[in-house]
């Protein structure tokens, strides 16, 4: 087996770029949207300040979530070729 490796964000967008996409980059596109909107509506930005904050929190912890569930598939992975590669 190999000795535990960390990976970069990178990596994560690189093997799963559509997912890990939505989950960081959306978030953040409605926050800002909603940060626009607010500034040429008029509207006080406390609401769309608050919004956007709740919005990226969510970003955080979804591609944190992704990356846990990335890492579980790569190991789940390796253990099992080591278990075909085992007699």
């Not at 904050?53 to 789940?76: C, K, S």
Request: hydrophobic residues 45%.
């Amino acid at each position: 087996m190999s000795t535990r490796r960390s990976f970069t964000l990178v990596e994560l967008f690189w093997d799963t770029p559509a997912q890990s996409s939505l989950l960081a980059l959306g978030p953040l596109a409605l926050a800002l949207g909603q940060l626009g909107n607010s500034y040429v509506n008029g509207v006080s930005p406390t609401v769309s300040l608050a919004f956007a904050v709740v919005m990226i929190a969510f970003a955080v912890t979804a591609l944190g979530h992704h990356a846990a569930e990335y890492r579980r598939q790569r190991l789940e992975a390796e253990l099992e070729s080591v278990r075909r590669s085992t007699p």
